[in-house]
């Protein structure tokens, strides 16, 4: 076969090499089964260039993902919660899934509101890297949220922290959690004005008249 895919016909092996070499090409074996056998005229080193190229192509396509978890407590302190929202951003950060729960132990199971909160504050801590693919839902005693890395808000958040503009997660940056882990109290309820205080104010008795 000529360099171009046009069949060449049969030839002998000196005349097939003198052909190749003419054109400054190989001369490559491509189906040893056939009869006779068939080559090609080619240049060998890009050939086997282009191939590894498309090997590594392959390989990097067919990356096994692999699926991180996360577990958080519905009552969890700022400090806990900037610790493990920086593992789970880490995870998304090298290409992997990360599955979010919560688990709810006793009457914790009656106020769901909690864990879910957890979550959104998760999802908003991460949001410069990962995007929510599971939204949260109830999975026997725990929570569930599945997060996939986001390879738009990524780049995005890459620029920005070029520019100087980078977030910085805290735990002023977490609303609903404080630092002894208990949610916030709710405001209390206003009380009364005081009345104004009065002051009754006596005239003080004249002195008598002396006599004349």
């Known amino acids: 076969m000529a360099p171009d895919g046009e069949q060449i016909g049969i030839k002998p092996l000196p005349e097939a090499l003198q052909m190749a070499r003419g054109l400054d090409l190989d001369l490559v074996e491509v189906a040893d089964k056939a009869n006779p056998p068939v080559c090609r005229i080619m240049d060998y080193g890009k050939y086997k260039y282009e191939a590894a190229q498309r090997a590594k192509e392959s390989r990097r396509n067919s990356t096994n993902v692999v699926v991180k978890e996360m577990k958080y407590r ?19 950060d090298e ?19 909690l864990g879910k909160r957890i979550l959104d504050n998760v999802a908003d801590a991460v949001a410069h890297t990962g995007r929510v693919e599971v939204v949260p839902k109830v999975d026997g005693r725990n929570m569930t949220m599945v997060l996939v890395p986001d390879r738009k808000a990524q780049q995005a958040h890459a620029a ?4 100087g503009d980078e977030p910085v997660l805290g ?7 404080e630092a002894d882990g208990q949610q916030p109290p709710a405001d209390p309820a206003p009380s009364a004005p005081t009345p104004p205080l009065t002051t009754e104010v006596t005239a003080a008795a004249e002195p008598p008249a002396e006599p004349t």
């Open 74 to 92: 519905p009552k969890i302190g700022a400090g806990d919660f900037e610790t493990k929202t920086r593992k789970v951003e880490h995870f998304l």
């Open 171 to 177: 735990a002023t940056s977490v609303p609903g959690i």
């Open 95 to 113: 290409g992997h899934k990360v599955k979010v729960t919560i688990m709810f132990r006793g009457r914790e199971m009656q106020h769901p509101e």
């Open 160 to 163: 920005a922290k070029d520019a």
